[in-house]
Nanobody
Framework: QVQVVESGGGLVQAGGSLRLSCTAS????????MGWFRQAPGKEREETSC????????YYVDPVKGRLTISRDNAKSTLYLQIDSLKPEDTAMYYC??????????????????WGLGTQVTVSS
């Protein structure tokens, strides 16, 4: 049974940093690209970043470029998201997701097959 579990969220002040982690079990981790999504209250879930199976291609949406760094450790079946210079508008539930393929083509939710339950990030001004 596949399990995807996020951790590392919390309450931080604007300008601070957080490192989110996501462990995936029950699958061959390096068979899949991985992504981070976020969903703010009243808004749709949106992809923020994606990393392909061997970490040589990463993708970030424009609002977060330069502040987010996605990385992975295939030996530990773990995905990371470093978020720097946090802003109140970064407040959201952050979700880790397993892509259907090894590659970061396409950013819609149905490109992903497994999801975690999320970790809350709250940024105070």
């Amino acid at each position: 049974q596949v399990q995807v579990v996020e951790s590392g969220g919390g309450l931080v002040q604007a300008g601070g940093s957080l490192r989110l982690s996501c462990t995936a079990s029950g699958l061959t981790f390096d068979d899949y690209a991985m992504g981070w999504f976020r969903q703010a209250p009243g808004k749709e879930r949106e992809e923020t970043s994606c990393i392909n199976w061997r970490s040589d291609i990463t993708y970030y949406v424009d609002p977060v470029k330069g502040r987010l760094t996605i990385s992975r450790d295939n030996a530990k079946s773990t995905l990371y998201l470093q978020i720097d210079s946090l802003k109140p508008e970064d407040t959201a539930m952050y979700y880790c997701a397993v892509k259907k393929t090894r590659y970061c083509s396409g950013s819609s939710l149905d490109e992903y097959k497994y999801w975690g339950l999320g970790t809350q990030v709250t940024v105070s001004s």
